[in-house]
């Protein structure tokens, strides 16, 4: 799908390089070597698939307590000569990069979602999967080991906004350890934070930007058209629309705070757990391409000093201060060769701040940036 035109807070200065090292890694340089860290590519993730197996386009990653990473992907994207090799939707790789387990896919325990979207693994090792479809989406929690604990969404259609037991078209999912609670970014055709009870999946809450009512895009039940509409002027000033474009990411800090992309008005949106609206700050706000923040990702350290932000347009990791939301630097290039970055659809962060980058479009990959100082 695609959506509107995206713009910067950074000026030219802020690009940054990517070069090739001796060494079989492609070095990342840094905006501000001296405040941020720097990465270099780690050429050995993802390693061979056993059974010959070939990887659909990842739509997102996840990285759990014991560092292992998840892949979500859509192997129905694999090309029609290689589709009897293509692998599970979901698998695991451990700290190593060894390939650890796959699973997931149609089945007759529950309703696969049309397309695979967002990939979360909570606190408790559960494993988190959304998914969208034209008519409604679904949030699907699993054990470790892919047996199904519960569903929300499949085959309903969604009532949009007002419908407490079916999300529409959901990107992605955070689950807050203090509350027990699954926060859903709901998402591309509903414009919601949906808040779930984590055992359960129970409707507890929710809202839509700056803490409002969530407003429907399109009565319950009428035909989506080709692509999702969007605002039809971008503003580069101001608060920017009333209402979100694509709730396309989302995450909780340690303290307390839930963060919001919203894709298509290149902004992140911070709020109390309750839906107390917080403040605000754009990511790439002036451009060239649309569509800059896709996740919310933050930092390893105690404190969370810096948010992560993928720019999915523009194919860079953007750095900013977690407090004040200020943009401080970034890296990539957008484009298909090793390391440069392309549709980055979802990002994930292990506790050594090592980066996983899930790129959707044609790169068909998950790459590994490694943190060299």
């Given amino acids: 799908m695609t959506f509107p035109k995206a713009v910067s807070l950074v000026v030219a200065a802020l690009t940054l390089m990517i070069g090739?090292?001796?060494?079989?890694?492609?070095?990342?340089?840094?905006?501000?070597?001296?405040?941020?860290?720097?990465?270099?590519?780690?050429?050995?993730?993802?390693?061979?698939?056993?059974?010959?197996?070939?990887?659909?386009?990842?739509?997102?990653?996840?990285?759990?307590?014991?560092?292992?990473?998840?892949?979500?992907?859509?192997?129905?994207?694999?090309?029609?000569?290689?589709?009897?090799?293509?692998?599970?939707?979901?698998?695991?790789?451990?700290?190593?990069?060894?390939?650890?387990?796959?699973?997931?896919?149609?089945?007759?325990?529950?309703?696969?979602?049309?397309?695979?979207?967002?990939?979360?693994?909570?606190?408790?090792?559960?494993?988190?999967?959304?998914g969208i479809d034209g008519k409604g989406g679904t949030v699907m929690k699993f054990t470790t080991n892919g047996k199904l604990l519960f569903q929300k969404g499949g085959k309903e259609e969604s009532g949009g906004n007002a419908d407490t037991k079916n999300p529409r078209m959901p990107a992605d999912v955070f689950v807050h350890p203090d509350t027990n609670e699954a926060f859903v970014a709901d998402g591309y055709v509903?414009?919601?934070?949906?808040?779930?009870?984590?055992?359960?999946?129970?409707?507890?809450?929710?809202?839509?930007?700056?803490?409002?009512?969530?407003?429907?895009?399109?009565?319950?039940?009428?035909?989506?058209?080709?692509?999702?509409?969007?605002?039809?002027?971008?503003?580069?000033?101001?608060?920017?629309?009333?209402?979100?474009?694509?709730?396309?990411?989302?995450?909780?800090?340690?303290?307390?705070?839930?963060?919001?992309?919203?894709?298509?008005?290149?902004?992140?949106?911070?709020?109390?757990?309750?839906?107390?609206?917080?403040?605000?700050?754009?990511?790439?706000?002036?451009?060239p391409k649309p569509k800059s923040v896709a996740r919310i990702v933050f930092s390893p350290d105690v404190g969370q000093k810096h948010i992560l932000a993928p720019d999915y347009g523009n194919g860079k990791v953007w750095f900013l201060d977690r407090q004040s939301l200020e943009v401080l630097g970034g890296f990539g290039i957008k484009g298909h060769e090793l390391g440069q970055l392309h549709a980055l659809h979802h990002m994930a962060s292990d506790s050594k701040g090592n980066l996983y980058t899930a790129e959707v479009d044609k790169n068909s990959r998950v790459q590994k940036f490694r943190v060299s100082k």
């Fill in 20 to 130: 090739i090292t001796a060494c079989n890694q492609t070095a990342v340089d840094q905006t501000d070597s001296t405040a941020l860290p720097s990465y270099v590519l780690d050429k050995s993730f993802p390693p061979e698939l056993p059974n010959g197996w070939v990887m659909g386009r990842p739509s997102s990653v996840a990285v759990d307590a014991l560092d292992h990473v998840w892949i979500l992907s859509r192997p129905w994207m694999v090309s029609d000569e290689q589709r009897s090799r293509a692998a599970p939707a979901v698998m695991e790789f451990d700290e190593n990069g060894n390939f650890v387990q796959g699973w997931g896919g149609p089945d007759d325990a529950y309703i696969w979602p049309r397309i695979e979207h967002g990939i979360h693994v909570d606190h408790k090792r559960n494993v988190w999967v959304t």
């Fill in 190 to 287: 509903n414009r919601r934070i949906w808040v779930l009870d984590a055992d359960t999946g129970a409707f507890k809450r929710q809202w839509g930007a700056f803490g409002k009512a969530p407003k429907d895009v399109w009565a319950p039940g009428a035909p989506l058209p080709d692509e999702v509409p969007v605002e039809e002027v971008l503003t580069t000033e101001g608060p920017g629309p009333d209402a979100w474009g694509t709730v396309h990411g989302i995450a909780v800090s340690r303290d307390g705070l839930v963060y919001v992309a919203d894709r298509d008005n290149r902004r992140i949106q911070v709020f109390t757990t309750n839906g107390d609206y917080v403040k605000q700050g754009f990511v790439n706000r002036t451009g």
